[in-house]
């Protein structure tokens, strides 16, 4: 007689490489038809106590965050409170004037055009383990002098503009953004174990801390001292996480309307309708739809997916920065679904670009590029000088910066330092240069005079 495999031990041999006293691990709950049919906790918490995770332990949920600050905005517009197409600066008038009108919806929808703080802070010499709160984050949101695109023209992450978001929740209602999820989300839903975290000082009971791989089959730990409420920052349980999952369907908080607010998808300014709403992903995985959001800070790893049609939701956290969740999370939904789910379908290779081969430049030609380069924005400088036959980018806080030529602009082997395009005045002098990619557009800098 053969034994069937049960579906929970199915799910167990998902996590089994974690699930050992030695190793940083995740925590699991399933959700289905109203109710959790599984949660467990894999590896550990706390590698220096031995403190295993449970379906109780407290993680650092970083993006996931976003539906609760969307969540907040959607309730103050049914509220009468605020209205999707306000210009922000009618609630926060200290943001700069860029000459184009920036709305909530742009904010909601990730069509802002506001650089990313997460990117900004690391060309100005900042490190992800620095004391990062929600009033230095606004403040750098309030240095920027340009932005990456005309708003509502393109769809660019902004953590930015959810932490103006949270801003926006203060001045309407008065009480921290803390405070006002706390009463709002938390407290009606019985969340006990679930805050924005507004103090990186503050002691938490049962909390996970984060690791990073080490190339010796080891661990490390990735320090969190970050506070930025509305993009990130929200201290959760998958037990506590799995109420949320099951106010979309009942809408015990917020209502119907709210709730169906939340599912709203973006629209650019052409027409083009995205696939982000309310810090909330819509998708499909196997033909079924989704909605969901992922998280990623420090060592957290985590994602929060719902299949809608099936009232089936998963909340994998995790403490280890090698995780990949949504993977996770599929792999769940391969278990639990199989009735249900599409055939997979495997992806075409990708076939190889075609690389613009550059013929390199001789040291005489690259130093006419040496000298010192200032950004007012983040008010930091970069020093750019000829080692040997390559162009290298320094910053007091960060390792040498390798810049290769790439046709008509220079490429920097720093993930926050990706593109370099140099500008020249009308006799042909380089006079600074302009830095693009990932999620900061052509930032300035301006070359200091010889």
């Given at each position: 007689?053969?034994?069937?495999?049960?579906?929970?031990?199915?799910?167990?041999?998902?996590?089994?490489?974690?699930?050992?006293?030695?190793?940083?691990?995740?925590?699991?709950?399933?959700?289905?038809?109203?109710?959790?049919?599984?949660?467990?906790?894999?590896?550990?918490?706390?590698?220096?106590?031995?403190?295993?995770?449970?379906?109780?332990?407290?993680?650092?949920?970083?993006?996931?965050?976003?539906?609760?600050?969307?969540?907040?905005?959607?309730?103050?517009?049914?509220?009468?409170?605020?209205?999707?197409?306000?210009?922000?600066?009618?609630?926060?008038?200290?943001?700069?004037?860029?000459?184009?009108?920036?709305?909530?919806r742009h904010l909601v929808h990730h069509t802002s055009g506001l650089r990313?703080?997460?990117?900004?802070?690391?060309?100005?010499?900042?490190?992800?383990?620095?004391?990062?709160?929600?009033?230095?984050?606004?403040?750098?949101?309030?240095?920027?002098?340009?932005?990456?695109?005309?708003?509502?023209?393109?769809?660019?992450?902004?953590?930015?503009?959810?932490?103006?978001?949270?801003?926006?929740?203060?001045?309407?209602?008065?009480?921290?953004?803390?405070?006002?999820?706390?009463?709002?989300?938390?407290?009606?839903?019985?969340?006990?174990?679930?805050?924005?975290?507004?103090?990186?000082?503050?002691?938490?009971?049962?909390?996970?801390?984060?690791?990073?791989?080490?190339?010796?089959?080891?661990?490390?730990?990735?320090?969190?001292?970050?506070?930025?409420?509305?993009?990130?920052?929200?201290?959760?349980?998958?037990?506590?996480?799995?109420?949320?999952?099951?106010?979309?369907?009942?809408?015990?908080?917020?209502?119907?309307?709210?709730?169906?607010?939340?599912?709203?998808?973006?629209?650019?300014?052409?027409?083009?309708?995205?696939?982000?709403?309310?810090?909330?992903?819509?998708?499909?995985?196997?033909?079924?739809?989704?909605?969901?959001?992922?998280?990623?800070?420090?060592?957290?790893?985590?994602?929060?997916?719902?299949?809608?049609?099936?009232?089936?939701?998963?909340?994998?956290?995790?403490?280890?920065?090698?995780?990949?969740?949504?993977?996770?999370?599929?792999?769940?939904?391969?278990?639990?679904?199989?009735?249900?789910?599409?055939?997979?379908?495997?992806?075409?290779?990708?076939?190889?670009?075609?690389?613009?081969?550059?013929?390199?430049?001789?040291?005489?030609?690259?130093?006419?590029?040496?000298?010192?380069?200032?950004?007012?924005?983040?008010?930091?400088?970069?020093?750019?000088?000829?080692?040997?036959?390559?162009?290298?980018?320094?910053?007091?806080?960060?390792?040498?910066?390798?810049?290769?030529?790439?046709?008509?602009?220079?490429?920097?082997?720093?993930?926050?330092?990706?593109e370099v395009y140099f500008t020249r005045d009308d006799a042909g002098r380089?006079?600074?240069?302009?830095?693009?990619?990932?999620?900061?557009?052509?930032?300035?800098?301006?070359?200091?005079?010889?």
């Amino acid at each position: 007689m053969v034994k069937h495999e049960s579906l929970e031990a199915k799910v167990d041999r998902v996590f089994a490489e974690w699930d050992r006293p030695d190793s940083p691990g995740a925590a699991l709950s399933v959700i289905k038809d109203g109710e959790i049919i599984y949660k467990r906790g894999y590896g550990m918490a706390n590698l220096e106590y031995d403190i295993p995770i449970a379906p109780t332990t407290i993680f650092d949920i970083a993006s996931v965050s976003k539906q609760f600050a969307g969540f907040a905005i959607a309730t103050l517009l049914h509220e009468g409170k605020l209205a999707l197409d306000d210009d922000i600066r009618m609630h926060l008038p200290d943001v700069p004037d860029f000459g184009t009108k920036i709305t909530i919806r742009h904010l909601v929808h990730h069509t802002s055009g506001l650089r990313d703080w997460v990117q900004a802070l690391v060309i100005a010499g900042g490190e992800m383990d620095d004391v990062i709160s929600f009033k230095h984050i606004l403040k750098m949101a309030r240095r920027q002098k340009e932005l990456n695109f005309e708003p509502g023209t393109a769809f660019l992450y902004s953590n930015t503009g959810y932490n103006l978001l949270a801003e926006i929740v203060e001045k309407i209602t008065g009480d921290s953004f803390r405070e006002w999820t706390d009463a709002n989300i938390f407290k009606p839903l019985a969340m006990t174990s679930t805050h924005f975290h507004d103090d990186h000082e503050m002691i938490v009971k049962n909390r996970a801390y984060s690791y990073l791989s080490i190339k010796d089959d080891g661990f490390k730990n990735a320090v969190n001292n970050l506070t930025a409420l509305g993009s990130s920052s929200l201290y959760s349980t998958v037990e506590d996480l799995s109420k949320w999952v099951l106010n979309f369907d009942d809408a015990r908080i917020g209502g119907k309307a709210v709730v169906e607010q939340m599912h709203q998808r973006g629209v650019l300014n052409k027409g083009k309708q995205i696939n982000y709403a309310f810090g909330l992903d819509i998708g499909e995985y196997r033909a079924l739809k989704t909605v969901g959001h992922g998280g990623s800070w420090r060592g957290f790893r985590s994602h929060l997916i719902r299949f809608p049609a099936q009232k089936f939701g998963i909340v994998i956290l995790c403490n280890l920065e090698t995780f990949n969740p949504l993977n996770l999370a599929k792999k769940i939904a391969d278990i639990y679904l199989a009735d249900v789910l599409a055939p997979e379908v495997s992806e075409p290779d990708k076939q190889p670009s075609e690389s613009n081969e550059t013929e390199p430049l001789s040291p005489e030609q690259l130093s006419e590029f040496e000298g010192d380069y200032y950004t007012e924005e983040l008010d930091t400088t970069y020093t750019i000088g000829v080692q040997g036959d390559r162009l290298v980018a320094q910053h007091r806080r960060h390792d040498d910066i390798s810049l290769t030529c790439n046709d008509d602009h220079f490429v920097g082997d720093a993930w926050f330092f990706p593109e370099v395009y140099f500008t020249r005045d009308d006799a042909g002098r380089v006079t600074g240069f302009r830095l693009t990619g990932n999620r900061v557009k052509n930032l300035r800098f301006k070359k200091g005079q010889d």
